[in-house]
């Protein structure tokens, strides 16, 4: 099975491994747990931030609004991309005969949620993606 860390697990790990070559993943992972340097998601803990051991980074979302914010891109586009941007690859699926793509609509689903959840719509297109929801679940 292949298993996927968190990315501090993972800089940790990378970090250890130069230092001891028989260290793994999970000992690493385990340790940061006892450590209380991260929590079980692999986020890091309150304590580990406060006392300097691990710096307090942006999440992905966060960084997207703010570059949302800077951008030149009307707030429609934004709105698109927070919503479009969530979805995978695989979500979207050319059909010839029609010339054009069907969108996987529990996909959908899942990137309004997740946008509406962390606030990087407009006013304007919360309300548009509201719709394009109810729409979805009738």
Same mark, same amino acid.
């Given at each position: #099975?292949? *298993?996927?860390?968190?990315?501090?697990?993972?800089?940790?790990?990378?970090? #250890?491994?130069?230092?001891?070559?028989?260290?793994?993943?999970?000992?690493?992972?385990?340790?940061?747990?006892?450590?209380?340097? *991260?929590?079980?998601?692999?986020?890091?803990?309150? =304590?580990?931030?406060?006392?300097?051991?691990? @710096?307090?980074?942006?999440?992905?979302?966060?960084?997207?609004?703010?570059?949302?914010?800077?951008?030149?891109?009307?707030?429609?586009?934004?709105?698109?991309?927070?919503?479009?941007?969530?979805?995978?690859?695989? @979500?979207?699926? =050319?059909?010839?005969?029609?010339?054009?793509?069907? #969108?996987?609509?529990?996909?959908?689903?899942?990137?309004?949620?997740?946008?509406?959840?962390?606030?990087?719509?407009?006013?304007?297109?919360?309300?548009?993606?509201?719709?394009?929801?109810?729409?979805?679940?009738?």
């Amino acid at each position: #099975m292949n *298993i996927i860390y968190p990315p501090l697990v993972e800089q940790m790990y990378k970090f #250890m491994h130069e230092i001891d070559k028989n260290v793994t993943k999970q000992d690493v992972y385990k340790k940061a747990i006892e450590a209380n340097m *991260i929590d079980y998601q692999g986020n890091p803990t309150k =304590w580990a931030i406060k006392h300097g051991y691990i @710096a307090e980074i942006p999440t992905v979302n966060e960084r997207q609004a703010k570059l949302n914010k800077t951008s030149s891109t009307t707030s429609s586009e934004k709105d698109l991309d927070a919503v479009f941007s969530r979805m995978p690859p695989s @979500a979207f699926t =050319w059909i010839e005969n029609q010339g054009s793509y069907a #969108m996987d609509t529990a996909e959908l689903k899942k990137a309004i949620l997740s946008a509406l959840k962390d606030g990087s719509l407009s006013p304007v297109g919360r309300k548009h993606w509201l719709e394009v929801l109810a729409k979805i679940r009738n």
